[in-house]
Nanobody
Framework: QVQLVESGGGLVQAGGSLRLSCAAS????????MGWFRQAPGKEREFVAA????????YYADSVKGRFTVSGDNAKNTVYLQMSSLKPEDTAVYFC??????????????????WGQGTQVTVSS
């Protein structure tokens, strides 16, 4: 099992920045990649960004490309989501997820096996 704990959420004004962290524990050596998803009230959970440990490759949703940056620190078993130029439409609960199965599609929630509890991000206009 892999346990995930997100932190770093909060209230920020539009145009501001936040950095989310996702600390993994347990069988972290089995993790192939990490993902960030978000869910706004009344909406479905949507993909935000993904990170592959092996190649340090990154993937982003079009809505956050150029504003968000995902990165990972192997030594700390932690993945980060640096969010800049935040917009009110970025308001959501942000979830970190870990993937232990190989998948050619890593932008869907079904590709991920373990989830954190989520952290609230609120962007005021």
């Amino acid at each position: 099992q892999v346990q995930l704990v997100e932190s770093g959420g909060g209230l920020v004004q539009a145009g501001g920045s936040l950095r989310l962290s996702c600390a993994a524990s347990g069988r972290t050596s089995s993790t192939l990649g990490m993902g960030w998803f978000r869910q706004a009230p009344g909406k479905e959970r949507e993909f935000v960004a993904a990170f592959r440990w092996s190649a340090k490759s990154t993937y982003y949703a079009d809505s956050v490309k150029g504003r968000f940056t995902v990165s990972g620190d192997n030594a700390k078993n932690t993945v980060y989501l640096q969010m800049s130029s935040l917009k009110p439409e970025d308001t959501a609960v942000y979830f970190c997820a870990a993937r232990i199965r190989f998948s050619t599609v890593i932008t869907t929630s079904s590709a991920y096996d373990h989830w954190g509890q989520g952290t609230q991000v609120t962007v005021s206009s």
